[in-house]
């Protein structure tokens, strides 16, 4: 496949084609398959990464991490605590600046602004590893671990379950309509996706062959090849607890909610999980369940993603 992805930012799949995300994906299994048989290129040697952190991280961070070392970079973690990233200093001056001394910038916070304003003005690629409006490195991750399982994307039942306006149904909503998947949102009517988006998303399912649904009955995931679900309160909004559990509650994935399906279908996560809440520990732990494939799948698609925009090879 002949893509070049040298220097592009990733902020968000709405600027990326199908092709570039296959590229992505195809570049994230020779990466993965080049790991596990001892065989590092070093494609990032002498490479120096920031990793911005305005929100805590497990994936996202130990990916990036891990990702750089395998490849020859030098990763330098900055908190919130460490710079003055639009506090002291205007964001677009710390761009300025970081871009100056590094490779590549990863940012994972709570504006898309911010991350927008970094690729703007420091001159290097940057990459979203999460705002409140987007997550697209997880979506990568998703994609590469759906094909491990069916071999495909186009025409892959699926199906997301909880706050369908949160950043992860955003983000599985533009890939979905981007690479053909047949995308259903099941949430209350009050956390249905932004009409705006929905509608933009629906313009390219029309060209990619996808389809987009929303639903607020969970008797819809019948022919689900996958059900989706993540946390019901994201960070930051932790005083609309009580109130997201109490509309929630009847769309929690339990064993009852995957036999609905009809058919074989895996679950997956984002992680972190709150077992007893979006999901029951039962399915979390049941054959069904692919979240670890997912978390590690995080680091060979982010490894993928700097390899491709940092290195002219």
Same mark, same amino acid.
Request: charged share 25%.
């Given at each position: 496949?002949?893509?070049?992805?040298?220097?592009?930012?990733?902020?968000?799949?709405? +600027?990326?084609?199908?092709? !570039?995300?296959?590229?992505?994906? !195809?570049?994230?299994?020779?990466?993965?398959?080049?790991?596990?048989?001892?065989?590092?290129?070093?494609?990032?040697?002498?490479?120096?990464?920031?990793?911005?952190?305005?929100?805590?991280?497990?994936?996202?961070?130990?990916?990036?991490?891990?990702?750089?070392?395998?490849?020859?970079?030098h990763p330098e973690f900055?908190?919130?605590?460490?710079?003055?990233? *639009?506090?002291?200093?205007?964001?677009?001056?710390?761009a300025r600046v970081l871009?100056?001394?590094?490779?590549?910038?990863?940012?994972?916070?709570?504006?898309?602004?911010?991350?927008?304003?970094?690729?703007?003005?420091? *001159?290097?690629?940057?990459?979203?590893?999460?705002?409140?409006?987007?997550?697209?490195?997880?979506?990568?991750?998703?994609?590469?671990?759906?094909?491990?399982?069916?071999?495909?994307?186009?025409?892959?039942?699926?199906?997301?379950?909880?706050?369908?306006?949160?950043?992860?149904?955003?983000?599985?909503?533009?890939?979905?309509?981007?690479?053909?998947?047949?995308?259903?949102?099941?949430?209350?009517?009050?956390?249905?996706?932004?009409?705006?988006?929905?509608?933009?998303?629906?313009?390219?399912?029309?060209?990619?062959?996808?389809?987009?649904?929303?639903?607020?009955?969970? +008797? +819809?995931?019948?022919?689900?090849?996958?059900?989706?679900? +993540?946390?019901?309160v994201s960070m930051g909004?932790?005083?609309?607890?009580?109130?997201?559990?109490?509309?929630?509650?009847?769309?929690?994935?339990?064993?009852?909610?995957?036999?609905?399906?009809?058919?074989?279908?895996?679950?997956?996560?984002?992680?972190?999980?709150?077992?007893?809440?979006?999901?029951?520990?039962?399915?979390?732990?049941?054959?069904?369940?692919?979240?670890?494939?997912?978390?590690?799948?995080?680091?060979?698609?982010?490894?993928?993603?700097?390899?491709?925009?940092?290195?002219?090879?």
């Amino acid at each position: 496949m002949s893509v070049n992805l040298y220097k592009r930012n990733f902020l968000t799949l709405k +600027d990326y084609n199908k092709e !570039e995300i296959m590229y992505l994906l !195809e570049l994230s299994s020779e990466l993965k398959a080049k790991k596990k048989h001892g065989i590092f290129e070093r494609n990032l040697n002498n490479k120096n990464i920031a990793l911005i952190f305005e929100k805590n991280s497990t994936r996202t961070r130990c990916s990036f991490v891990v990702a750089c070392n395998d490849e020859g970079a030098h990763p330098e973690f900055l908190s919130r605590s460490d710079i003055h990233l *639009g506090g002291k200093e205007d964001t677009k001056d710390t761009a300025r600046v970081l871009g100056r001394m590094f490779d590549g910038i990863e940012f994972r916070g709570y504006s898309q602004k911010t991350v927008e304003t970094l690729a703007e003005y420091s *001159g290097v690629p940057v990459w979203n590893g999460l705002t409140d409006e987007d997550h697209p490195t997880q979506v990568l991750a998703d994609f590469l671990t759906i094909i491990e399982n069916f071999g495909k994307l186009e025409g892959i039942n699926l199906t997301y379950i909880g706050d369908g306006r949160n950043n992860m149904s955003n983000a599985l909503m533009i890939g979905s309509a981007k690479c053909g998947l047949n995308y259903k949102v099941i949430s209350p009517k009050e956390l249905f996706p932004d009409e705006v988006l929905k509608a933009q998303c629906d313009e390219w399912a029309k060209e990619s062959g996808g389809s987009i649904t929303v639903s607020d009955s969970v +008797d +819809d995931v019948k022919g689900s090849d996958v059900i989706y679900t +993540d946390v019901w309160v994201s960070m930051g909004e932790e005083d609309k607890k009580a109130e997201r559990f109490a509309l929630l509650s009847p769309y929690q994935v339990n064993s009852d909610l995957m036999e609905k399906t009809g058919t074989k279908t895996i679950f997956m996560h984002c992680l972190p999980a709150i077992k007893g809440a979006e999901v029951t520990e039962e399915v979390f732990e049941s054959p069904a369940s692919v979240v670890f494939d997912e978390a590690e799948n995080r680091m060979h698609t982010i490894k993928a993603v700097m390899v491709a925009t940092l290195s002219s090879k």
